[in-house]
């Protein structure tokens, strides 16, 4: 989510030094996700530690940090997240959703992104990704399974900080055609 959420966030932005680093430095995290991470998680079930696993170790835990560090400050800007971890933080009014692992919903809330984002040739490739490790890319399959866990989630992300962080306006309805648009 890094790449995406930065990108969409500081669109239209004029950056500072320092948070343009960390936009641009964020424009590495995908590629080493999509072309080792599906070998990385086979190696890993597999106990193998081969160059594909550290690979995405290394891009999950270092190049992401050091987005996260050069894209936020307490006051100045926020560039760190976006719609995806607005889906996530929204969804945690559902206790459902709480078994499942934070990066396995912020998976899904990267497609809610590029859906709302009208990205749908992203969004097909990221589909096709998450679908092809195991990724959500249901609402079943995050357990969110009814009309009303749906209506609280998105009566929820408006007061969400994330909500904010795009470059246009987003609305409760525009949310709900994206998260349904999947």
């Known amino acids: 989510s890094k790449q995406i959420e930065s990108q969409?966030?500081?669109?239209?932005?004029?950056?500072?030094?320092?948070?343009?680093?960390?936009v641009q430095m964020g424009l590495i995290c995908?590629?080493?996700?999509?072309?080792?991470?599906?070998?990385a998680l086979e190696d890993f079930r597999s106990g193998v530690e081969s160059d594909a696993f550290?690979?995405?170790?290394?891009?999950?835990?270092?190049s992401t940090g050091i987005v996260s560090n050069l894209v936020?400050?307490?006051?100045?800007?926020?560039?760190?997240?976006?719609?995806?971890?607005?889906?996530?933080?929204?969804s945690m009014v559902l206790p459902a959703v709480h078994k499942h692992l934070h990066g396995?919903?912020?998976?899904?809330?990267?497609?809610?992104?590029e859906a709302a984002d009208g990205c749908d040739e992203d969004l097909e490739r990221f589909v096709?990704?998450?679908?092809?490790?195991?990724?959500?890319?249901?609402?079943?399959?995050?357990d969110?399974?009814?009309?009303?866990?749906l209506d609280a989630l998105i009566e929820r992300a408006p007061s969400i900080r994330?909500?904010?962080?795009?470059?246009?306006?987003?609305?409760?309805?525009?949310?709900?055609?994206?998260?349904?648009k999947l």
């Open 54 to 62: 550290v690979q995405v170790v290394l891009d999950i835990i270092i």
């Open 128 to 142: 096709r990704f998450n679908a092809s490790i195991g990724l959500p890319v249901t609402l079943e399959a995050i």
């Open 162 to 180: 994330e909500w904010k962080c795009v470059p246009y306006e987003m609305t409760k309805e525009k949310f709900r055609a994206a998260i349904l």
């Open 72 to 90: 936020t400050t307490r006051d100045d800007y926020y560039y760190n997240s976006s719609l995806a971890h607005c889906f996530y933080n929204a």
């Open 104 to 113: 396995e919903v912020v998976s899904f809330g990267n497609l809610v992104l």
């Open 8 to 22: 969409l966030a500081s669109r239209g932005r004029k950056l500072a030094h320092t948070p343009l680093m960390g």
């Open 144 to 149: 969110i399974t009814s009309e009303a866990d």
């Open 30 to 39: 995908e590629a080493p996700l999509m072309e080792y991470g599906r070998r």
